[in-house]
């Protein structure tokens, strides 16, 4: 499409093409009323929103933010105007799905966006989902933006290093429980997903020094101007942040990858091979730690690993 120029800086400024795209792209479908959409948002980048949630965000009756002001930002930027706001946030989510499955019974529809990303994982949202589905009311997702998958993307690791990967985000801020959660990081051999405010990188740098040679990718501001994207050893991470004051500011995203298997005794491999032959993969991982006592995590490791080879 060729546009006069001042046309042209027009739409850039207010999305104005984006918003007809939403519209051209969701003609035909069907989106009921009485439904709750859950709806990921931009974590940086405003181009990142799908057309769905931005059709979705036109036509709601009701829009739920975790923070109405900022929910606000996103809504101008595009030129939605949205009469209707209700504030759902992780204070006050349980009493506020009371009055969402109160619009949904009246044929509303209600789109749920958190600040950033999508809702329901680190950020508020899964009680009210909870609530509205034990009300027999539907739940409809509109999938988009996930901090957690984008830095997954760019870690470089393998399907055959990763397997799954534990998301611990957020850890406890109470000492007791932050040591427990950091004891479990340090005897996790999967692939670990931490999310970290600028005020605790710090702390949390120096406690993954323990790790040492594990490596860990490290994704700062992402999506945004002055994203940072780089894989270092867990020991080098507290020199990494030190060389640049800049480094300490923005959100992280932490991507601890996978520990060398452990598992390398033959006695071991030769106990869960038998054990596999006769059991289910499960079944036969449980037995082997105990028969063993190597950690159950890496026998399971090498027991998925036993299956591929076996099947490939």
């Given amino acids: ?45 405003l181009a990142d929103i799908t057309l769905r949630a931005l059709h979705l965000l036109q036509i709601a009756d009701v829009i739920c933010c975790e923070d109405t002001r900022h929910t606000q930002s996103l809504l101008q930027a595009y030129g939605i105007t949205q009469p209707r706001h209700l504030a759902v946030h992780q204070h006050n989510e349980a009493e506020s799905a009371t009055t969402v499955c109160g619009l949904l019974r009246q044929n509303q529809r209600v789109v749920y966006v958190c600040d950033a990303g999508t809702p329901a994982i680190s950020d508020p949202g899964a ?26 993307s760019v870690a470089g690791i393998s399907h055959d290093d990763q397997g799954d990967f534990v998301f611990m985000g957020f850890l406890p801020t109470r000492a007791g429980a932050r040591a427990a959660a950091i004891k479990a990081i340090q005897n996790e051999l999967r692939t670990v997903v931490l999310l970290e405010a600028p005020h605790r990188i ?6 993954l020094q323990a790790l040492g040679e594990r490596m ?10 002055f994203e940072n994207i780089v894989t270092v050893k867990a020991h080098d991470f507290v020199a990494w942040l030190s060389h640049d004051s800049n480094r300490l500011r923005g959100e992280f995203v932490l991507v601890l990858h996978p520990a060398p298997c452990p598992v390398t005794l033959e006695l071991d491999l030769h106990t869960l091979k ?27 490791d090498a027991a998925l690993r036993l299956a591929h080879s076996a099947t490939s």
Avoid: F, W
């Fill in 274 to 300: 038998l054990l596999m032959a006769e059991l289910p993969l499960k079944t036969a991982v449980k037995l082997a730690a105990d028969i063993t006592g190597a950690p159950r995590n890496a026998l399971y």
């Fill in 202 to 207: 710090e702390a949390l740098a120096q406690t």
């Fill in 216 to 225: 860990l990718t490290i994704g700062r501001e992402l999506t945004k101007q």
């Fill in 127 to 152: 009680r009210l989902v909870a609530h509205v589905r034990q009300a027999g009311c539907p739940v409809v997702p509109l999938p988009g933006v996930c901090s957690i998958t984008a830095a997954l």
């Fill in 1 to 45: 499409m060729n546009l006069p120029s001042s046309h042209r800086h027009t739409c850039v400024d207010t999305y104005d093409l984006a918003l007809q795209a939403a519209q051209i792209a969701c003609a035909g479908h069907d989106y009921p009323r009485g439904a709750l959409y859950v709806a990921a948002t931009p974590i940086g980048n």
